[in-house]
C-alpha cells in the first residue's frame, strides 16, 4: 500500500477522533439546551465520522483493485454529499467560534490575539477539522477513481485474462 493511503487512513483515524469527542460534547448540549444549532452540529459530527469510517473501510477492504459498487456506491455518494453539504456549518462553527472570542476579547479589553490560547482551543479545533475534512473529501474521490482506474486496468489486461504473448 502506497505511503499516501497509509497517511490518508492515519488522517482518517484523527478526524474520527476528533468528531467523536464532538459528537459527545454536543449530545451533552443536546439534554441541557435543546436547540437547532447543537443538532445540527451533532448530525455534522456524525456524518464526519461515518464519512471517516468509510474512508477507513475503502482503503483496507478495496485497495487496490476492488471498485466501489452496489450499497457501498450508494453510502458512499450519499455521505460523501452529505458531508460537502455540511462543510457549511462546520464554516458556521467556526465564524460563530471568532464572533464569541471577538466579543469576550472586547469585554476583556484586549485584542483577539491577546485572548488565552487555552480559549483558542476550540476554534483551533474546528479548523484543523475543516482542513482534515477538506483533504478526506478530496482524499476519497482520489480513492474511487484510483479503484476504479486500476480495476479496468486488471480488467483488461491480456495476461490477468489469461491471454499470453507468444
Not at 439546551?33 to 477507513?56: E, R, Y
Not at 478495496?62 to 460523501?80: A, H, S
Amino acid at each position: 500500500m502506497p505511503l499516501r493511503w497509509k497517511i490518508f487512513r492515519i488522517i482518517c483515524i484523527v478526524q474520527l477522533l476528533a468528531a467523536s469527542v464532538n459528537v459527545l460534547e454536543k449530545i451533552f448540549y443536546v439534554f441541557i439546551n435543546f436547540s437547532f444549532s447543537n443538532i445540527a452540529g451533532l448530525l455534522l459530527f456524525i456524518a464526519i465520522m461515518l464519512l471517516c469510517i468509510l474512508g477507513i473501510n475503502l482503503v483496507n477492504n478495496n485497495y487496490p483493485e476492488e471498485p466501489v459498487e452496489g450499497r457501498q456506491k450508494k453510502t458512499f455518494n450519499k455521505l460523501f454529499l452529505l458531508n460537502f453539504i455540511l462543510l457549511t456549518f462546520l464554516f458556521g462553527f467556526i465564524i460563530a467560534e471568532i464572533r464569541s472570542l471577538n466579543q469576550f476579547a472586547g469585554n476583556l479589553g484586549t485584542t483577539f490575539f491577546g485572548i488565552p490560547f487555552s480559549l483558542l482551543l476550540m476554534l483551533l479545533v474546528y479548523i484543523a477539522m475543516l482542513i482534515l475534512q477538506l483533504i478526506i473529501l478530496y482524499g476519497l474521490y482520489q480513492l474511487r477513481l484510483e479503484l476504479y482506474s486500476n480495476f479496468m486496468k486488471r480488467k483488461f489486461d491480456p495476461i490477468a485474462i489469461g491471454f499470453e504473448k507468444t
